[in-house]
């Protein structure tokens, strides 16, 4: 099983990065196969061209029809990012847009709505410096899981496995806070792709 392994963060000791890598790690103990994308460190554009949009002239430019290629054949898409302003990074919306768009995610049939992922599944971790609590009652929580995972995974016919959001990630959490939550990244791996944990 491919897996790609999608995560969006400035600085490269972040939580969000220590998720990604354990995801990948609990993934190829598996004997599965991880693609990283790093958006930061490969310095993706989110910023969506005009000849992208569907239409008469539409072609994707160069960078996504490389993420475009790397990501064919994964079986797995796994959404790791902080939520900044109650919903992710503008990077990552810009990575789904750009190379999710038409032509990968959906389109076949010349310009249909039909999805082109099916079965493939979703996953996604994220994260916030509140706890899960106040982001499930302001609604930003069942916001982002309507946005990102059942909307996206609808238009893309994506199979969504699961949501791990994890609170009060405040930077100096101690290590035993941190260590806590890669355990519960390797028991997702562990209760959606088998093996040990």
Sequence with gaps: MKHAV???QPRETSFTSLVAKTYVLAVEKL?????????????????????ELPGAHFAPRGDVAA??????????????????LNSPP???????????????????NGGSSQPLLTGRQLIAFSSSGAPLEWVEQTGAFAAVRTLFDSYFAQVCGLTPLDHVHFGNV??????????????????????HFGGPA
């Design 6 to 8: 999608i995560f969006c």
């Design 31 to 51: 004997g599965h196969q991880a693609i990283v994308r790093d958006l930061y460190r490969i310095a993706f554009n989110p910023c969506l061209g005009a000849e």
């Design 67 to 84: 993420e475009r290629s790397l990501l064919a054949g994964a079986d797995v898409y796994a959404l790791i990012y902080p939520l900044w």
């Design 90 to 108: 503008a990077m990552m919306k810009g990575y789904l847009e750009r190379v999710f768009g038409f032509g990968f995610a959906y389109g076949g």
């Design 170 to 191: 405040i930077p100096g959490a101690s290590e035993d806070f941190v260590q806590a939550r890669m355990i519960e990244v390797r028991a997702a791996v562990t209760r």
